[in-house]
């Protein structure tokens, strides 16, 4: 069974930075998507961004500000956050699955999620 533990959250002012990271275990496939999404309350879940083999995508309302990567021996993903705006404040999750280009901006097509980490971002 895949499990994801995300760490790194906290409470950080405005263009401050965070790191945040996800374990994986249990398994996961090479060939997995892993990504980043978030959800503010009443908001639906929004894409962040994600890795697929080399290629890396991003959401419009982070690009420029955010860097996913991994380290495959590890097995951890990190998403690098700077120039953080109170707006960001919302709880991350990581996922994972084998989805296809086309929908690597969607949650419904991660198989794996972690429990989240809260961002709070102050003004």
């Known amino acids: 069974q895949v499990q994801l533990v995300e760490s790194g959250g906290g409470l950080v002012q405005a263009g401050g930075s965070l790191r945040l990271s996800c374990a994986a275990s249990?398994?996961?496939?090479?060939?997995?998507?892993v990504g980043w999404f978030r959800q503010a309350p009443g908001k639906e879940r929004e894409f962040i961004a994600a890795?697929?083999?080399?290629?890396?995508y991003y959401g419009d309302s982070v690009k420029g500000r955010f860097t996913i990567s991994r380290d495959r021996a590890k097995a951890t993903l990190f998403l690098q956050m700077n120039s953080l705006k109170p707006e960001d404040t919302a709880v991350y999750y990581c996922?994972?699955?084998?989805?296809?280009?086309?929908?690597?901006?969607?949650?419904?097509?991660?198989?794996?999620w972690g429990q989240g980490t809260q961002v709070t971002v102050s003004s």
């Open positions: 249990g398994g996961t496939s090479n060939t997995y998507v």
């Open positions: 890795i697929k083999g080399g290629t890396t």
């Open positions: 996922g994972a699955g084998p989805v296809i280009t086309s929908q690597v901006r969607r949650s419904e097509s991660y198989y794996y």
